[in-house]
């Protein structure tokens, strides 16, 4: 999905609509856009994840980074590596220009818990910390198939404690935390949240939940409307999954799928976007919906894209749009 297939493009066009919220259950029309570069991706001849080996699809990750737009300067970056339970976890920080301590956001990428890394994701990192005024911790959790479930959730744990343990030296504001992600990063960050609700004194200020995987069922009526055609495919989760999960029982386990947590009153407020043409789009909105059951403040935005939009600042006007919502939702929430 390499940039130079898709440079007809025009982000600047994008008609800046407010048709999110599907209230009445009809489609929002794709938008041209993300039509256009569907169009060019099939004349390209890309192939599915699931037609990839993962060394293959690790380096077609790659191709996501021409497509998030200018590398902004921030203030500065810091690598450290946390102590996980059985691994050493890198992380990076990058902070905005002021004096701190800031507000942070824990980020987790996406990638299936099989591709992607902070590096490929680095210019939406950088843009992330620029918007939203805080500091953003980058967390390279380790990958399946090499380390399948928990290891990706372990790491998340880990470096989400860090940063509250360590924010004075850190110049990070312990009271003001939060987690985000997209994709598996979503499930990650939305797991993360769970956790972090029942460990005493640790109240998370948000978490920001971007195409989220929350369940590993593949029947909804998004993976099935959506099977094919959309850049992620249903045989593609298929094919995440398989690295992902350890045994048949995992996919039960709520720290692979947060649907299925038997409690999730109490959670820190959400933000989740969805894109309409996602085989994940039920996913995120299921999830919506039980947390506002259960008495959460939920906002729940749905965009006329497909999955992996939020990597394409650079080429799609409607993935700069979701980042200024979720912009606007963080400093609200960081207040």
């Not at 980074?65 to 203030?75: D, F, K, T």
């Not at 009271?175 to 993360?192: C, D, H, K, P, Y």
Request: aromatic share 8%; proline share 7%.
């Amino acid at each position: 999905m390499g940039g130079n297939h898709w440079i007809g493009v025009d982000p600047l066009a994008y008609n800046l609509r407010r048709e999110y919220d599907n209230e009445m259950g009809e489609a929002l029309p794709l938008d041209p856009q993300v039509r256009l570069m569907l169009t060019q991706a099939a004349a390209a001849g890309i192939r599915p994840v699931e037609q990839l080996t993962v060394a293959q699809a690790r380096l077609a990750a790659w191709e996501f980074l021409p497509l998030q737009g200018p590398v902004e300067p921030v203030a500065r970056i810091v690598r450290h590596e946390v102590d996980g339970p059985s691994a050493r976890v890198p992380v990076r920080v990058y902070y905005p220009e002021g004096a701190g301590p800031f507000p942070c956001l824990v980020y987790f990428h996406g990638g299936g818990w099989v591709t992607l890394s902070v590096a490929a994701c680095d210019p939406t990192i950088r843009a992330l910390a620029n918007s939203t005024g805080c500091a953003v911790v980058a967390v390279a959790y380790r990958k399946a198939p090499e380390h399948r479930f928990p290891a990706a959730v372990d790491d998340a744990w880990a470096a989400t404690s860090w940063v509250r343990l360590h924010a004075d030296e850190l110049r990070l504001d312990p009271e003001r935390i939060a987690v985000v992600g997209e994709s598996a990063g979503g499930n990650l960050a939305a797991v993360t949240a769970l956790r972090a609700r029942d460990e005493p004194g640790f109240a998370l200020r948000c978490q920001v939940l971007v195409c989220p995987v929350t369940d590993t069922g593949t029947e909804t009526r998004s993976y099935r409307d959506h099977a094919e055609g959309y850049l992620l495919q249903r045989e593609s989760m298929r094919w995440f999954f398989g690295h992902y999960l350890g045994n048949s029982t995992d996919a039960d386990d709520h720290r692979v799928s947060p649907l299925r947590a038997a409690d999730v009153a109490n959670l820190p407020p959400a933000f989740i976007a969805t894109a309409e043409y996602d085989p994940l789009r039920d996913d995120g909105r299921r999830y919506a919906e039980r947390l506002r059951a259960a008495g959460v403040p939920t906002e729940h935005r749905d965009y006329p894209a497909v999955h992996g939009f939020g990597l394409m600042r650079g080429v799609l006007g409607v993935s700069d749009l979701l980042y200024r919502d979720i912009a606007a939702e963080v400093r609200q929430r960081m207040a």
